[in-house]
C-alpha cells in the first residue's frame, strides 16, 4: 500500500501559521477519524502531537491542531516557533491487513 | 514513568538473522497493542509490524514471511525476530506503544524507544 502524501517541506517565520497536508483514501485518511501527527526531531525518536484527527495528548502546546476534509487531514501550527522546526509525519489507520500507514514526512523550516 | 528500551541492534551480512528485544516499564505491555516502526537513513518512517493485546499480528509486505513480532509477559518485553534480512531493511528500529481513548483503537502510539541501529552488509 502507498504511503500517505505529504509536502517534502514547508516553511514560515517565527510567528506565523503554517499547514502540513496528509492526503490519502477513502481506505484511510477518508475512511475513518484516526490520523495521527509525530513530531521528530535530528537523531531523535517520535513524538505524538495529534491523534484521532483533532485531540492533543497532555503537554502538547495548543498552537498544534488537526483536522480533515474528505481524503486529506491537516496539521496547523500557529505561533511558529524555533523549537518547532522538525520533520512532521502523518499516519493513519487503514481498513487493510496493513492497519498503520504513515506519509512521507515533511520537513519544517522556521525561517 | 512509561519507558521503552530497545537492544539487540547489530551489523549483520545479507541472509544473517537478528532478534531485537524492547524492554518496557511503566505499564504493562500486554494491556496494550505495540508496534515496530524503521527509518532507514535518511529516509521518512516506515511501519513494520503490529501485535494487538489479543495477539493478532500484522506485518508490512516488506517484512512479511520474514519478521515475526511477539511479547514475552513474565519479562514485560516485546520481540522482533528478523530473518534473512535484505540491505534495504537497514535502519533505525523503534518500538512504540499504542495509545487508547474512550473509542475504538486507532492505532496511534504515544510512547516511544529510543531506537536501536540496525545494518546489513556484507
Known sequence: ?111 | EVQLVESGGDLVPPGGSLRLSCAASGFILSSNYMTWVRQAPGKGLEWVSLIYTGGSTYYADSVKGRFIISRDISKNTLFLQMSSLRVEDTAVYYCARGGYTSGPISNFFDHWGQGVLVTVSS
Open chain 1, 1 to 111: 500500500q502507498s504511503a500517505l502524501t505529504q509536502p517534502a517541506s514547508v516553511s514560515g517565520s517565527p510567528g506565523q501559521s503554517i499547514t502540513i497536508s496528509c492526503t490519502g483514501t477513502s481506505s484511510d485518511v477518508g475512511g475513518y477519524n484516526f490520523v495521527s501527527w509525530y513530531q521528530q526531531h535530528p537523531g531523535k525518536a517520535p513524538t505524538l502531537m495529534i491523534y484521532d484527527v483533532i485531540y492533543r495528548p497532555s503537554g502538547v502546546s495548543n498552537r498544534f491542531s488537526g483536522s480533515k476534509s474528505g481524503n486529506t487531514a491537516s496539521l496547523t501550527i500557529s505561533g511558529l516557533q524555533a523549537e518547532d522546526e522538525a520533520h512532521y509525519y502523518c499516519s493513519s489507520y487503514t481498513n487493510t491487513n496493513t492497519p498503520v500507514l504513515f506519509g512521507g514526512g515533511t520537513k519544517l523550516t522556521v525561517l
